[in-house]
């Protein structure tokens, strides 16, 4: 038997994965707007309320340009047939999925946000801070994942994976008070510090784990038929 001059002798079979970047690629652009007014409620208080808001546009993003067609047999359909129902089958029958990296990904977020603070008010400084926002997009993670259909970015526009909708931050600082009497480098210059922060959580896409659409991309989002909490007691939450 021969020996495999070049590469390993054991080598899987074809077809492969190949990864590729778009010969079109364009640089990503975005654009942020905002609006804040202030209204000072006292000497040593400040409201602040605020709109912001941004657009992205050309976001990189991952896509296959070799997906197998969608088939009406489902979790029926076999790798073999749908391989050679690829666009690019035979022009190279040896590859099987393109991951190309491109640039036609958007995203928009719109958000309020609200700001209370104090400033040497009894010796408080202080800042409580309200943010809510919905951020969309149609490709959070550019690498190593595909769109459930690489066909239709449109479906993929939704909540973006960091998208926090509700965010609360407050800090308080209190400067005690110097003590009348007794050693002052021992019971000046003392100060108090609270911190705290809340965030609702981010969202999460469950997908289907079996090929029902046939393209055997391995991105298949269930489908919700019914209340996922009915019959479920609230103590559990």
């Known amino acids: 038997s021969g020996q495999a001059i070049f590469g390993d002798s054991n080598i899987p079979a074809p077809p492969y994965g190949v990864f590729s970047v778009d010969q079109g690629f364009k640089n990503a652009s975005s654009q942020n ?10 000497r040593s208080t400040v409201l602040e309320v605020g709109g912001v808001a941004s657009l992205g546009h050309h976001l990189i993003n991952t896509r296959d340009i070799n997906q197998a067609p969608v088939s009406l047999l489902g979790t029926s359909a076999t790798l073999a047939v749908q391989n050679k129902l690829r666009p690019y089958y035979a022009m190279y029958p040896n590859y099987a999925t393109i991951n190309q990296v491109g640039s036609g990904a958007n995203s928009h977020y719109a958000g309020l946000v609200t700001s209370l603070k104090t400033s040497a008010w009894h010796g408080l400084t202080s800042q409580f801070a309200y943010t809510t926002g919905h951020a969309i997009d149609n490709a959070s993670a550019v690498r190593g994942v595909t769109p459930t259909n690489s066909n239709d ?22 400067n005690v008070p110097n003590a009348p009497r007794g050693p002052k480098l021992l019971l000046n210059g003392w100060q108090g510090n609270v911190l705290a922060s809340a965030y609702t959580g981010t969202p999460l896409t469950i997908y289907a784990g079996k090929n029902y659409s046939g393209t ?8 919700q038929v019914s209340d996922p909490f009915a019959n479920v007691s609230s103590g559990y939450w």
């Open 153 to 174: 970015l449109k479906n993929e526009y939704g909540s973006s994976a960091f998208d926090v909708r509700q965010t609360f931050t407050s800090y308080v600082v209190y």
């Open 33 to 42: 707007f905002g609006l804040n007014v202030q209204y000072q409620l006292s």
């Open 216 to 223: 055997f991309e391995g991105r298949d989002r269930v489908v």
